[in-house]
């Protein structure tokens, strides 16, 4: 059996989005590159991932984009996560926490 990296549990993607422009607001390549550093390059998000996902949190009124500058001075839609994404966030880790201890207690490692 190949090893691979795991796949993103459903709705895992947007609980990391939003974690990451909790930080500081990023344009989607950076909030791409910052999810697969952190996790130490065993998360990768492509763009057919990514932005729908932005998409649908920014129809949520979870984040909000206008057009900036990157480091580089390229044009690029820069994404900032807004006070009901934060509550938002807020849910979805007491859920993730919640859902990963039960994992753990079935494993038999909590």
Request: charged content about 20%; aromatic content about 8%.
């Amino acid at each position: 059996m190949a090893k691979g990296k795991p796949d993103l549990l459903h709705g895992t993607l947007e609980l990391l989005i939003l974690r990451t422009l909790a930080i500081i607001p990023r344009h989607g390549w950076a909030i791409s590159k910052h999810i697969q550093q952190i996790s130490k390059d065993v998360l990768e998000v492509n763009q057919g991932s990514l932005y729908p996902a932005l998409y649908r949190l920014e129809g949520k009124g979870l984040i909000e984009s206008e057009w900036g500058v990157t480091a580089k001075g390229r044009k690029a839609k820069v994404y900032s996560i807004t006070p009901g994404g934060k509550k938002q966030l807020s849910q979805q880790e007491s859920h993730w926490e919640a859902f990963y201890l039960a994992v753990n207690r079935v494993l038999g490692t909590a």
